[in-house]
C-alpha cells in the first residue's frame, strides 16, 4: 500500500507547490545522460553537441540531489544505451529512490543491453510512421530493428511497460500512419504516444524539418476516436482535445517548465525543457555547492524569458502544462498510465 500512497501524496505536494504557491516542484526529469548516438535523425540536433559528460559517480550525485522530489524520470540522450554504465545507473535509482524509471532508446542495442536495464518501469522507443517513413528520417534498417526489439520482449518475460511513440514531422502524415503505430500497440500490448509537433525551431535544425502547424486536425480526431474505443493511447483524452487549441495558439496553456518538469543536460545543468537546454545562467548540480532546489529557483528567475517561447515539441511539457488544470479524468488516466492501477487491456 505504501509504495502506491507514497508517490501518489509526492506527486499531489508537488502539484500543490507548483500550482498555487508558485514553487518549482517537478514532477517529472527529463535527464540526458549522453549526447552520443548510433542515428542521425532528421529532426534531431542532441548529437552535435560537445559536452563534458558525467561520470557514473556524478551521475548518481544528481539522482541523489532531486528524487526527494521528483516522481518520474526518463533517462534518454542521445542514446543512452551506448553508456557502458546504463545498468549501473537504472538499479541505482530503483534501489534508491521511488521515482518511476523510463529508458529511451532506439531500440539498436536493446538485446545487447536488456539485462542491464530490466529494473526499468518503462521503455520508450519512436516510430516515425510506416518503415519507409521512419527510415527516412532516421537511418536505413531502424525499423526492424525497432521490430526485432518489439519481439524480443514479447518474449523477454519482463514486467516492463513500453511506450511507443510516433512523432509527427510533416504534412504529408497520414491516418495510415497512426494505424500503423496502433496496431503495433495493440499486437504487442504496448501504449502509443503521440508527439504531435507544432515547432521545431529549438532543435537547432529548423531548416531541414519545417513543421510548423505540421498535423492535421483531423488526425487528432482520429486519436480522440480511437482512444474512446479503448485503445492504448497514453495522451490523456483532454491533452488531445487541447491540442487541436494549441494548433493555432502555443500560448492558450501556462509554461511550467522549471515548475512540474525540467531538463538535465549531459553536463549536468538544470534547464528549463528539451527545447531549451542552453543558458549560461543555468545551474550545474556537479558543483557540491549547488543543490536541486537552488538550481530551481534560479529557474524561476529565467523563466519569464521564456513566456512566449515557441518550442513545445514533444507531449510531456504539454502533458503536464495541461495536468494544472486539474482535471479528475486526466490525472485518473495518467495514474493508470503510469501503474497506480489498472493498465487498460
Given amino acids: 500500500m505504501m509504495a502506491i500512497l507514497y508517490p501518489a501524496l509526492k506527486m499531489l505536494r508537488n502539484y500543490v507547490r507548483a500550482r498555487y504557491f508558485f514553487k518549482p516542484a517537478p514532477l517529472w526529469l527529463d535527464f540526458r545522460v549522453t549526447n552520443k548516438c548510433n542515428h542521425h535523425c532528421a529532426y534531431c540536433s542532441i548529437p552535435s ?9 556524478e551521475v548518481k550525485t544528481v539522482i541523489d540531489k532531486t528524487k526527494h522530489i521528483a516522481n518520474w524520470v526518463l533517462i534518454t540522450g542521445g542514446e543512452c544505451l551506448l553508456r557502458r554504465d546504463i545498468g549501473e545507473i537504472v538499479d541505482y535509482i530503483k534501489t534508491t529512490t521511488d521515482m518511476q524509471v523510463t529508458v529511451n532508446t532506439n531500440m539498436f542495442l536493446l538485446q545487447e543491453t536488456f539485462e542491464k536495464i530490466r529494473g526499468a518501469d518503462f521503455l520508450f522507443f519512436s516510430i516515425d510512421g510506416r518503415e519507409e517513413t521512419h527510415d527516412a528520417y532516421r537511418c536505413k534498417g531502424s525499423y526492424s530493428k525497432v521490430i526485432e526489439g518489439l519481439e524480443f520482449l ?11 511513440s510516433l512523432t509527427v514531422l510533416h504534412k504529408g502524415t497520414q491516418k495510415s500512419d497512426l494505424e500503423h503505430v496502433l496496431q503495433l500497440s495493440d499486437q504487442y500490448s504496448f501504449g502509443a504516444n503521440f508527439q504531435l509537433i507544432r515547432h521545431y525551431s529549438a532543435s537547432g535544425r529548423s531548416q531541414e524539418i519545417d513543421s510548423h502547424n505540421a498535423y492535421g486536425l483531423d488526425l487528432l480526431d482520429y486519436l480522440l476516436e480511437q482512444k474512446s474505443r479503448g485503445r492504448f493511447i497514453t495522451n490523456t483524452t483532454k491533452n488531445l482535445k487541447i491540442l487541436k487549441d494549441i494548433a493555432c495558439d502555443i500560448n ?7 515548475r512540474l518538469f525540467c531538463y538535465i543536460t549531459s553536463e549536468g545543468k538544470v534547464a528549463l525543457c528539451f527545447s531549451r537546454p542552453d543558458h549560461d545562467r543555468y545551474l550545474n548540480l556537479r558543483d557540491k555547492r ?3 532546489e537552488m538550481a530551481l529557483q534560479r529557474l524561476t528567475e529565467i523563466r519569464p524569458e521564456r513566456q512566449r517561447c515557441p518550442g513545445c515539441t514533444c507531449t510531456t511539457p504539454i502533458e503536464l502544462a495541461t495536468f494544472s488544470f486539474f482535471d479528475f479524468q486526466m490525472i485518473s488516466e495518467t495514474l493508470r498510465t503510469f501503474g497506480w492501477g489498472t493498465q487498460p487491456k
Wanted: glycine residues 10%; charged residues 15%; hydrophobic residues 30%.
Fill in 252 to 258: 492558450i496553456i501556462p509554461c511550467y517548465s522549471g
Fill in 154 to 164: 514479447k518474449h523477454s518475460r519482463s514486467t516492463m511497460r513500453g511506450l511507443l
Fill in 290 to 292: 549547488v543543490t536541486f
Fill in 49 to 57: 553537441h560537445t559536452a563534458d559528460e558525467m561520470t557514473t559517480g
